[in-house]
């Protein structure tokens, strides 16, 4: 996964395909999220959940361990490790979704260039990425080193023409269940390992190229090119 996805839908859209029945704590606004062209380091909707409520709130792209600094903050953890090595310990069992509406991967072409992909859902529907960070809980101040990463897995099918790897992504059932956090540590790695959906499950197209320079974010960049 090479980082760079969209949101772009309202955060209210995400939550209802959810169906958790509780109220929904929201710190990002109703407006729609118009993040065509999000990269690392920027800040994103995203949600949890704590004492039996959802909340939606903006964080960073992007986390590392108080002990990592001289290292660049990683964006991804793999499923493979994520739950039992040092560097994720900390925040294994904060559970989060990063909604999003597709992601970006790059293709090396004959040419010496690189040829973007935009990946979604067949149904065009929501796209629940697993995610694990440290954020604040109500009642504590946010800190600067707060922050997410997705959880990614080995592609597989047509996926893998595109990139080795790609974001574990839930069904709206299993994306509630992996907020709950009374879902063991347990049952959370094996829904990582095993419940992650399909490449059936997706489509993809080329886009143009300018969604390579992040700070072009307008509507175009999702459009299927030849």
Not at 39 to 50: C, D, E, G, K, W
Not at 97 to 108: A, G, H, R, T
Not at 132 to 156: E, H, L, M, W, Y
Not at 174 to 196: I, S
């Amino acid at each position: 996964m090479c980082g760079r996805l969209s949101q772009y839908r309202g955060i209210h859209d995400f939550v209802a395909v959810l169906s958790i029945p509780d109220a929904l704590i929201n710190h990002v606004g109703d407006a729609a999220l118009e993040r065509y062209n999000a990269a690392p380091t920027t800040s994103l909707a995203i949600l949890h959940q704590y004492d039996q409520r959802l909340y939606a709130d903006n964080l960073r792209w992007g986390w590392r361990p108080h002990w990592a600094r001289d290292r660049a903050a990683p964006i991804n953890a793999r499923v493979e490790k994520v739950a039992h090595g040092p560097f994720f310990r900390a925040i294994w069992r904060h559970r989060l979704i990063v909604p999003v509406d597709n992601w970006f991967e790059w293709v090396d072409g004959p040419d010496n260039t690189r040829q973007p992909w935009l990946i979604r859902r067949a149904d065009h529907g929501p796209v629940f990425c697993a995610a694990i960070g440290q954020f604040p809980t109500p009642g504590n101040d946010a800190r600067d080193d707060d922050g997410f990463v997705i959880i990614t897995a080995d592609s597989v099918g047509g996926l893998l023409d595109i990139h080795d790897r790609r974001p574990v992504v839930f069904r709206p059932e299993l994306a509630a269940e992996w907020l709950d956090p009374a879902t063991p540590a347990e049952r959370a790695e094996q829904m990582l390992l095993f419940e992650g959906e399909a490449s059936e499950a997706f489509a993809w197209h080329k886009v143009g190229k300018a969604v390579g320079n992040s700070r072009n974010q307008d509507a175009g960049l999702i459009e299927e090119v030849a």
